[in-house]
C-alpha cells in the first residue's frame, strides 16, 4: 500500500463522505480535505456544522441541496474556475449516492473542471456484504418511487438474477417488504440492515416472508436498508456451500 504524501490543493471539486453513524469512519483524507479546501457545500449546514464542530474544523459552508442546486450550480462553477478548491458533503454517506452531487458532478465535468470523488462511508456497502448474499454482482436501486412507477420498476425487477439493494424508510419497512414478497415470491432470501455503525445496529436475515412477520411484532426506527437475493442467485461461490 502506497501513502500519498500530503500536498497543497488544485481547484476542483472534491466528494467527500461523511459517517453514517458513528463517527471513527470518517478517513484520515476526508478531514485533511474539509481542513483545507475554500468552501463546503452541504446538504443541510447545520448539520455539517455539527460535525465539523466535532472535528476542530472552521470552513465556510454554502447550502447545496436537492431544492437550490440547478440554481446554484453555475457559481460555484465559476468559484472553481477562479482557483477555489470547494468540498461537497452530503448529510451521511457519499454524496451522489440517493443524495445531491450527481448535477454537480456532471456540470463540474462538462466545464472542463476536475472531480475527485474519496472512498469513505455508504450504507450500501456493509447492507450488502452483511446480508451473506452473492455479492460479486449487485444492483443498487436506492430508494424505489413511492407510488407512480413502483410496481413497474419491480415488475421490471422480478427477473433479476444479481442480488439487489434498496433504501426505504423505517415507516414503511412493512409495506415495502410484503410488495417484494408479493412480486418476488415469499421464500426469497432477504436481509434488512438497520442503524449500520450505530449503538443499535441490527441485520436480520431471512425469507420475506420471516422478514414480515418480524418487523410486523416491532416498532420500527432508525435507518434501514434492504438486500434481496436475485432471482438465480449469480456467484462463482455459491456451490461450494
Ligand atoms: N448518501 C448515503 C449513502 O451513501 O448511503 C445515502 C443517503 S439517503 C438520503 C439515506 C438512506 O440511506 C436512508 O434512508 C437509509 O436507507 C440509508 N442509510 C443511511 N445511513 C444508514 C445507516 N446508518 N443504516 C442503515 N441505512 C442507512
Known sequence: M???PPRTLNAKLYIVPTPIGNLEDITLRALRILKE????L???TRTTGHLLKHFQIEKPLQAHHMHNE???IE???EQIQKGKTVALVSDAGTPSISDPGFLLVRQCLKAGIEVECLPGPTAFVPALVNSGLPNDRFCFEGFLPQKKGRQTKLNKLKEEDRTMVFYESPFRLVKALEGFADVFG??????VSRELTKIYEETKRGTLEELITYFKSKTIKGEIVIVIEGKK?????INEE
Open 233 to 237: 442467485p449469480v456467484s462463482e461461490y
Open 186 to 191: 415469499a421464500t426469497r432470501k432477504a436481509s
Open 2 to 4: 502506497t501513502i500519498t
Open 42 to 44: 452541504a446538504e443541510d
Open 75 to 77: 457559481q460555484i462553477i
Open 37 to 40: 479546501v475554500d468552501l463546503i
Open 70 to 72: 440547478h440554481k446554484t
